[in-house]
């Protein structure tokens, strides 16, 4: 069993689009074992479905998020995952600040595994506005993160 948590500030744009698209391409790969999930560093959106521009431009790209709901990122969560992807350095800072002491729980920006990227952070796409390029990327690093998870 490997429990993956995704991680960014709101929870409702960029890591439940990673929670939605990963989740979609491990079942295509046929990857049973997995527990996914997603989490905000802020609480402001707890309970609240992704935004909608997000929800509209995943549902175009064919990825179904209407399920999904955001919640606040805890200290427990170290306990309950084995890996935590994170959206950007500023979420990093923010997970890594909550890690108790003696958790050793791998916490990783999510575009590690976006190879052909420049890019380290997935751009919020509530502040850009491109939601297409949120998807692109997610897409990417979400493939390779099952190509290794197959071979393991
Ligand atoms: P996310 O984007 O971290 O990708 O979910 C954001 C969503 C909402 C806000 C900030 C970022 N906000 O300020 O409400």
Known sequence: ??????????????????????TEKAKRAGLSHLTIDSAGTASWHAGKP???PMQAACELRGYDLS???ARQ??????????LILVMDQSNFDDVE?????????????FLD???GTNLTDVPDPYYTRDFDQTIDLVEL???NLVKQLSEN
């Open 67 to 69: 399920y999904l709901r």
């Open 141 to 143: 690093a979400s493939e």
């Open 50 to 52: 992704p935004y909608g």
């Open 97 to 109: 600040n909550l890690r108790p002491e003696g958790r050793n729980t791998p916490v990783k920006l």
């Open 73 to 82: 990122f805890t200290t427990q969560d170290y306990e309950n995952f084995d």
């Open 113 to 115: 595994y976006a190879e």
């Open 1 to 22: 069993m490997t429990r993956i948590l995704f991680v960014c500030l709101g929870n409702i744009c960029r890591s439940p689009t990673a929670e939605g698209i990963f």
